[in-house]
């Protein structure tokens, strides 16, 4: 964030990835979705956009390339973005992302630190993205739970992160790569508190548990559990398959927003108004304790 004025400050931030799916337009959406995020995480308005692209011109028809830009330009449009042009390489496999400039007023953007002892936590999308991506190589995840999906990570965090700028949020991050435990270590360490999350009230997607049961994992969910394994404690009655649930790794996550307790209620109803259905309460922060991050 770079200050500019006593009311004015822009946000700058880049995010790029491999496309999770086969469909350039749905691809196009998914990376947009997930690069704008940043800028809804810091309860700010993204304004401009910037193309960050790598793409096999001699292995893949120009029309692929177009059909990417076409399903980002429709969430950049949806954003009330505009898009401004970017860059193209020549690359292996298609990579895709942009570089978002956004606005927000210095004295009211978010960071991810600043949780307070008796705060409550609010989770704003399922997870289990990440498994479920993998699972589909396979053949094994059935269509509607491939579209909810796809639905919820193509789902912009604009409206949710516009309805929680009415409430005095302490702390807020987006649930990405590191998955569900990483991001929210990062804001127990950053505060300097210890969160409790409660594991049956996390919202998972239909079919992700089950993938895991059937031996699916993705390639980060190792090195997200070792980022976090030294600071986090399971409950006895957590299976290891949802341990690795909340390692999975998110594309275009939810929000993680701390605030309150006397706000939360009102902040999930109007989520749930707003079509936020499986936003929940899925923790609290209390004291720092020996162990930064629990799963109870």
Known sequence: MYKISDDQAIIVTADIITPPVDDPFTFGQIAAANSLSDVYAMGGRPLTC???????????????????VEGALSKITEAGAVLAGG?????????????????VHPDKFWRNVGAQPGDLLILTKRIGSGVLFNANLKGWVSDDALKGCIDTITTLNR???????????????????????????????????????????????????????RGVTTGVNAENRALVEDHVSFASSISPHQQELFVDPQTSGGLLLALGRQDVKNLV???????????????????????????I
Do not use: C, Q, W
């Not at 860059?87 to 606005?103: Q, Y």
């Not at 989520?271 to 304790?289: P, S």
């Open 159 to 213: 409206r949710a992160s516009e309805i929680a700028r009415d409430y005095d949020i302490h702390a807020a991050t987006d649930i990405t790569g590191f998955g569900l435990a990483g991001h929210t270590l990062e804001m127990a360490k950053g505060s300097d508190v210890t969160i409790e999350l409660h594991s049956s009230e996390i919202p998972v997607l239909p079919e992700a548990l089950e993938m895991y049961k």
């Open 50 to 68: 910037l193309n960050l692209v790598g793409f096999p011109s001699k292995e893949l028809d120009e029309s692929i390339l177009h059909g990417i």
């Open 269 to 295: 109803t109007a989520l749930h108004d707003e079509g936020f259905e499986t936003a929940k309460v899925v923790g609290e922060v209390t004291e720092k304790a020996d162990t930064l991050l629990k799963f």
């Open 87 to 103: 860059h193209t390489t020549e690359d292996e496999e298609p990579k895709f992302g942009l570089s978002v400039t956004g606005m």
